[in-house]
Each structure stands twice: as C-alpha cells, then as structure tokens.
C-alpha cells in the first residue's frame, strides 16, 4: 500500500512538474491548501540533502471530493483567459471491500494473483465549468470538474 502512495503521489508531482496538469500556480495552490507539503529529507545513495515533496490528506482520507482554485490557463486545456475556475477532482483510499459482483470476482482475481491494483477514488458525477475568456465570450467546459466521487473496482 505504502508503494501505490509512493507512486501516486510521484505521479502527481511529475504531471505538475512537466506542467501537464498545471504550472507554478497548482503548485501554490496545493501549497496553500495544505495537499502538499516540503519536507527536507537525505538521499539515501549520496547522502545528499534533497527537499522532498509530500501529498497530505488525499492519499490517507478516505475517497473524497477536492478543489483547487486554479487560473483557467493553468488547466492546460488552451484558453486564454485571466478568470479564476474551481476545479474539483477526486483523491483518497478506497476500502477493498466488494460491494458489487465485479468487486467480488475480482477480489478473488487478486486473491489468486490474477488480477493486479485495487478499488480506485473516481468521479461518479461531473459538472460543467463556464468562464468568460480574453475575447469576452463565454466558454462552457462540459463534464470538465469532478461533482461527486466513489470506489470502483
């Protein structure tokens, strides 16, 4: 479990880092939210100080709705636009508990070595996002942010 954290949460840094899922002001914004934190810590191969970065809450809550408050620009998806969107996604653990038939196969799938990962934190619902662009027209992003989460699989 420790190592789907590791990795989810490298995954997240390296999508912000590359500027996929936002720029310098996510970063703020998962800062100033207290998602993520700085925490000094040394490289076990060269002894080195490094800064590592740490997801808080989203990786050890349960599956939960999350929002950042992001420019519309930052959300990578080509608009120009100096409004400020909410942007809501879904994070956290999900129980490994079947409550459907394919939960049930395919806890036994797992069981047996067959089937590999486990239930995963997703939108059930989304919701539209309307700004008003550079050009002063109203843009409206269908199904562009998370409205209620659940566990699959």
Same mark, same amino acid.
């Given at each position: 479990?420790? $190592?789907? @954290?590791?990795? /989810?949460?490298?995954? !997240?840094?390296?999508? +912000?880092?590359?500027?996929?899922?936002?720029?310098?002001?996510?970063?703020?914004?998962?800062?100033?939210?207290?998602e993520l934190s700085f925490e000094p810590a040394v490289d076990r191969e $060269?002894? @080195?100080?490094? /800064?590592?970065?740490? !997801?808080?809450?989203? +990786?050890?809550s349960p599956c939960q709705l999350w929002s950042l408050s992001l420019p519309?620009?930052?959300?990578?998806?080509?608009?120009?636009?100096?409004?400020?969107?909410?942007?809501?996604?879904?994070?956290?653990?999900?129980?490994?508990?079947?409550?459907?038939?394919?939960?049930?196969?395919?806890?036994?799938?797992?069981?047996?070595?067959?089937?590999?990962?486990?239930?995963?934190?997703?939108?059930?619902?989304?919701?539209?996002?309307?700004?008003?662009?550079?050009?002063?027209?109203?843009?409206?992003?269908?199904?562009?942010?998370?409205?209620?989460?659940?566990?699959?699989?």
């Amino acid at each position: 479990m420790a $190592t789907g @954290r590791v990795l /989810l949460g490298s995954l !997240l840094l390296l999508i +912000l880092h590359l500027d996929l899922g936002g720029s310098r002001g996510a970063w703020e914004a998962l800062v100033a939210e207290r998602e993520l934190s700085f925490e000094p810590a040394v490289d076990r191969e $060269t002894q @080195r100080p490094q /800064l590592v970065a740490r !997801l808080r809450r989203s +990786l050890t809550s349960p599956c939960q709705l999350w929002s950042l408050s992001l420019p519309v620009a930052e959300l990578g998806l080509g608009y120009t636009s100096e409004e400020t969107v909410i942007f809501r996604y879904c994070a956290g653990s999900c129980p490994r508990g079947a409550r459907t038939q394919h939960g049930l196969a395919l806890a036994r799938l797992r069981g047996q070595g067959r089937a590999h990962g486990g239930p995963c934190c997703q939108p059930t619902r989304y919701a539209d996002v309307t700004f008003l662009d550079d050009r002063h027209r109203w843009q409206r992003l269908p199904q562009l942010s998370a409205a209620a989460c659940g566990c699959d699989g």
